[in-house]
């Protein structure tokens, strides 16, 4: 309740303010809709809210023929984002709430039964040079397309190697470091140690930590407007440009099915059952003159999939979800600002998992707005599970980000 009126409370001083600043304020649509710098410099505030609403219809296969489909109308997502600066630019904040249902679900013991408001809390402080410390709730330097926000993504959702195997958000800390190799070649490090049981956990750290490297290499310079980490090249590249990445994830007595997420792995005497846990990935990103390509492999080990009570032979029904998967996307951006997109994704899992090897095809088309900011977006998806049609999804939505 606190924080519900908090946010109602932030909601009206930002509508004051905006009406007051109305004949000074020089924002535009997409740039945020408060952007205030204190007169002596001393911080900046960024207010940008921005939701996604979306209409599903899904025909499952019964063995002879497509059923009655199931209809759904959704909001995806709905989210309050403030960012700046505080005290130096060099020292920046992101702070982003979620209000949706997909937003504040997985309330449990270890949260305290409350509903997981907080997505980003985070500072990131450029203490030298090209060095920089991260400290809060963010995203993991995982996956490319995970770390690519939602707001900006090519499809209507991101792929099913992402919702398997990706390691999301964690509380930690972060180094961040760029090096230039010479001419226009970028190498960019990435390093994090967290909590491991993802966000907003209240009530300790039941398993070990996790630790997290990744490294990119943009061998033809950077991305214009940080391209390599929006979906679409709506920046229309004038030259190539490639970024290669590589992350390693190491979460050591992870106490989740799938380290940051998923059920804990609690044994009937109360205790929880504790595995290590490895996850790479390998992907690119790919843009020139209006063509984008992005691609990703990924897998995870456990060292014991199958977890057990105190004795070491007793099932307790959980399973780490372990496995392999690779996900391949392009698309066209036309001068219309008309975008076509295609997606293939395949899942290939431990057989001691039972789950079943998975093959996915996706076709998307979109009309750019303004950008990322304004689209409309549509795609249909066939999924074949174990080598049997299984399901065709449609999917139509909108998103508006301020």
């Known amino acids: 309740m606190k924080l519900k009126l908090s946010i109602m409370a932030i909601l009206a001083i930002a509508t004051i303010t905006q009406i007051k600043a109305q004949e000074i304020s020089d924002t535009s649509f997409g740039k945020g809709l408060i952007n ?42 709905a989210r309050l984002k403030f960012d700046g600066f505080a005290y130096s630019p060099k020292l920046k904040y992101k702070l982003e709430l979620g209000l949706s249902n997909r937003d504040i679900s997985g309330a449990n013991q270890f949260n305290r039964n409350t509903p997981r408001y907080i997505l980003d809390a985070v500072i990131m402080w450029n203490f030298s040079g090209n060095w920089e410390l991260w400290a809060g709730q963010t995203k993991l330097p995982g996956n490319v397309e995970r770390v690519v926000s939602s707001a900006n993504l090519q499809l209507i959702d991101r792929s099913l190697l992402n919702s398997r195997f990706n390691i999301d958000r964690d509380l930690g800390i972060q180094l961040r470091h760029k090096t230039n190799l010479g001419g226009d070649f970028l190498m960019r490090e990435k390093f994090a140690i967290s909590q491991g049981e993802g966000r907003n956990v209240t009530e300790g750290n039941e398993g070990g930590l996790q630790y997290t490297a990744r490294l990119e290499f943009l061998p033809f310079g ?26 390693y994830n190491y979460n050591q007595d992870a106490v989740r099915e799938r380290g940051f997420a998923g059920d804990y792995m ?13 996850t790479i990935f390998a992907d690119a990103m790919f843009k020139y003159n209006g063509l984008s390509f992005m691609g990703e492999y990924a897998k995870r080990t456990a ?9 070491g032979l007793t099932p307790t029904g959980d399973i780490v979800l372990t496995g392999n998967a690779l996900n391949l996307q392009a698309g066209y951006l036309f001068k219309s600002n008309y975008e076509i997109v295609a997606r293939f994704t395949t899942l290939e899992y431990e057989n001691i998992t039972g789950a079943l090897p998975t093959e996915q095809y996706t076709l998307g088309f979109n009309k750019f707005v303004v950008g990322h900011k304004l689209k409309v977006q549509s795609d249909i998806s066939y999924t ?19």
């Open 36 to 77: 205030f710098v204190a007169k002596d410099s001393s911080f900046s505030v960024k207010f940008a809210p921005r939701f996604q609403v979306r209409s599903i219809s899904s025909w499952d296969h019964d063995g002879n023929q497509y059923v009655s489909p199931d209809h759904n109308f959704i909001v995806r997502r």
């Open 222 to 247: 950077t991305f214009k407007s940080k391209g390599d980490y929006f979906q679409s090249d709506l920046k229309r590249e004038a030259k190539p440009k490639l970024m290669l990445g590589f992350t």
């Open 266 to 278: 609690i044994r009937t005497d109360g205790s929880i059952y504790e595995t290590d846990q490895t």
């Open 303 to 311: 060292d014991d999939e199958v977890a057990t009570e105190l004795d």
């Open 384 to 402: 074949s599970l174990d080598g049997n049609a299984d399901n065709i999804t449609f999917r139509l939505g909108f998103d508006i980000h301020f």
